[in-house]
Structure formats: structure tokens, C-alpha cells
């Protein structure tokens, strides 16, 4: 059985910082894109940020050089590093994991497994 587990969320205020962190268990982790999505109010999930297999990364325009993605392959492991965080931020953060992108999908549909959901939200 696959689990997708998010752990970090809070409440915090403009300019503060949180870590994310995902534990995945089930699928063999390497084999495995990995994805951060988030959900505000009223609004589509969206792509955040991703890695690759092999470590690349790549973000969305508004947490470029804000957010940081990573991931542990010994523990199966993603996290979310978040600085600098502003209003616009908060959402329901969610983990994904995509089995068949090479490199990093921003499409929800390429992601098999996925988390609860943890929320954010930044107080201005």
C-alpha cells in the first residue's frame, strides 16, 4: 500500500520561513518524480515545484529564489523549504509522486499518488 504522507504546515507570518517535508512509502522512491502542488481557496491546484530521479528541479515564476526543493533518497524523502513567505503563499500543500516523467511534470495528471494536504497560511 502507498502512502504520501506531508508534514510542516502552519501558520506563520509574512517574511517567515517553514519546511515541508513528504515521506513516501510503498513505491520504490527513486523510480519516482516527485511534486509539490498547492490549492488556495477558490482556486485550481497548482504546480509549485518539482525534482527529478536524479535530482534536477525546477519552480514555478512566483517562489523562484523563495523555494527550495530537495529530496532524500535513503529515507524517501521530498521537502519543500519555504523563505520569505507572503500571503499569496497560502494554500493546501500537497506531495506527488509521477512514475513516468523522465524529468519534472507540471501536470497533476502525470502524478499517480498523492498526499492529504497540508496547509499554509501567512498572516501579513
Known amino acids: 500500500q502507498v502512502q504520501v504522507v506531508e508534514s510542516g504546515g502552519g501558520l506563520v507570518q509574512a517574511g517567515e520561513s517553514l519546511r515541508l517535508s513528504c515521506v513516501v512509502s510503498g513505491i520504490t522512491f527513486t523510480q519516482y518524480a516527485m511534486g509539490w502542488f498547492r490549492q488556495a481557496p477558490g482556486k485550481e491546484r497548482e504546480f509549485v515545484a518539482g525534482i527529478s530521479r536524479i535530482g534536477g528541479t525546477t519552480y514555478i515564476d512566483p517562489v523562484k529564489g523563495r523555494f527550495t526543493v530537495s529530496r532524500d533518497n535513503a529515507e524517501n524523502k521530498v521537502y519543500l523549504q519555504m523563505n520569505s513567505l507572503n500571503p499569496d503563499d497560502t494554500a493546501v500543500y500537497y506531495c506527488?509522486?509521477?512514475?513516468?516523467?523522465?524529468?519534472?511534470?507540471?501536470?497533476?495528471?502525470?502524478?499517480?499518488?498523492w498526499g492529504q494536504g497540508t496547509q499554509v497560511t501567512v498572516s501579513s
Open positions: 506527488a509522486a509521477d512514475p513516468t516523467t523522465r524529468g519534472i511534470s507540471p501536470n497533476y495528471y502525470t502524478y499517480v499518488y
